[in-house]
């Protein structure tokens, strides 16, 4: 059975305390892997995909990784902003895209 | 940048009544999801559409949903006979193509009482 399990469910930091977030998945066939930032009340707003293990992908300043087994969410020198939940989303060989539950980041001043 | 956007932002429906959620994907965009969120649980995918068909359904997507493109801009999601479990966030996603990623819209949180 296709699942995405992310971890820890919840991160608090202080500004600028570097972290990492997990996203395990097994999937048949996996086509793109895909992190995505929700804030309340909002739908979820695309950040990377990743398509083969040993890709990376930056923006400012989060970094993704990607293994045959799992994703990493590097969040470097947090900022308050930053703050939000992390989702990470697989699709499998079909069109179809499962979601994980999501990291609660919270930055603390 | 253009955006998904999804109406109403809230919707309170009672038992038994049809609801139909509306959705306007990005214009060139080729690929439309419905998704839904639970209060507290995971995103989970109910239906994919593509080339004026459903492409992939889940479990979730019994024969009380449909979904409709009834013009070259909408999408909708009818939910014929709602029950109180049908309480929800719903999300629609549109991408351009095979390799893009999905773009969301701000969901309609469907209350049903």
């Known amino acids: 059975e296709d699942q995405v399990t992310q971890s820890p469910e919840a991160l608090r930091l202080q500004e600028g305390e570097s972290s990492s977030l997990n996203c395990s998945y097994t999937?048949?066939?996996?086509?793109?892997l895909f992190w995505y930032r929700q804030d309340p009340g909002k739908g979820p707003e695309f950040l990377f995909t990743?398509?083969?293990a040993g890709e990376e992908k930056e923006k400012e300043r989060l970094k993704a990784t990607l293994t045959k087994k799992e994703s990493f969410l590097h969040i470097t020198a947090p900022k308050p902003e930053d703050s939000a939940t992390y989702l990470c989303?697989?699709?499998?060989?079909?069109?179809?895209?499962?979601f994980g539950t999501g990291t609660s980041l919270t930055v603390i001043p | 940048e253009p955006e998904v956007t999804q109406t109403p932002s809230h919707q309170v429906t009672q038992m038994g009544q049809e609801v139909i959620l509306r959705c306007v994907p990005i214009?060139?965009?080729?690929?439309f999801y419905w998704y839904r969120q639970i209060l507290g649980q995971k995103v989970e995918f109910l239906v994919s559409f593509y080339n004026n068909e459903i492409s992939e359904k889940s479990e979730i997507f019994d024969d009380q949903f449909s979904v409709e493109r009834p013009d070259g801009s909408n999408f909708t999601l009818k939910i014929r006979s709602t029950k109180l479990e049908d309480s929800a966030m719903y999300f629609c996603?549109?991408?351009?193509?095979?390799?893009?990623?999905?773009?969301f819209g701000d969901g309609t949180r469907l209350s049903i009482l």
């Open positions: 999937v048949s066939g996996l086509r793109g």
């Open positions: 990743l398509y083969s």
């Open positions: 989303a697989v699709q499998a060989s079909r069109n179809q895209f499962y």
């Open positions: 214009s060139n965009h080729l690929y």
């Open positions: 996603a549109s991408r351009a193509s095979e390799g893009q990623p999905q773009h």
